[in-house]
Nanobody
Framework: QVQLVESGGGLVQPGGPLRLSCAASISIFSIDVMSWYRQAPGKEREWVASVETAGTPNYADSVKGRFTISRDNAENTVHLEINSLKREDTAVYYC?????????WGKGTLVTVSL
C-alpha cells in the first residue's frame, strides 16, 4: 500500500510564504491523482488542490491564486506552496493519493497562522 508523510507545518506569521511537502513510499508515477485537503478546528475537511499524473493542477475557488501544487518525481514528493498566509489558512493539512482506485491518507501537518 501507499504511505504518505506530510511535513513543513508549524507556527507562522500572516503574510509570509510556506511550503508543505508530502513524501510517498512508492513512485508517484504509479499514483493516479494526488491532492491536498485541510481541516480547520471544529470544521469539516475540505479539498484545496490536486494534480493528476499527466494533467494540470486544479484548485478550490477559496485558494485559487495563492496556492500552488507541484510534483517532484525524482523525490516522490508533492508540494503545496502557500503565498500571503492568512489566519483563515490555519488548519491541519492532509495529503491524499488515489492508487489502484483506492484512497490513501497521510496523518497531516498542522499550520497555525498567528502573530
Amino acid at each position: 500500500q501507499v504511505q504518505l508523510v506530510e511535513s513543513g507545518g508549524g507556527l507562522v506569521q500572516p503574510g509570509g510564504p510556506l511550503r508543505l511537502s508530502c513524501a510517498a513510499s512508492i513512485s508517484i508515477f504509479s499514483i493516479d491523482v494526488m491532492s491536498w485537503y485541510r481541516q480547520a478546528p471544529g470544521k469539516e475537511r475540505e479539498w484545496v488542490a490536486s494534480v493528476e499524473t499527466a494533467g494540470t493542477p486544479n484548485y478550490a475557488d477559496s485558494v485559487k491564486g495563492r496556492f500552488t501544487i507541484s510534483r517532484d518525481n525524482a523525490e516522490n514528493t508533492v508540494h503545496l506552496e502557500i503565498n500571503s498566509l492568512k489566519r483563515e489558512d490555519t488548519a491541519v493539512y492532509y495529503c491524499k493519493a488515489i492508487y489502484h482506485g483506492w484512497p490513501y491518507w497521510g496523518k497531516g501537518t498542522l499550520v497555525t497562522v498567528s502573530l
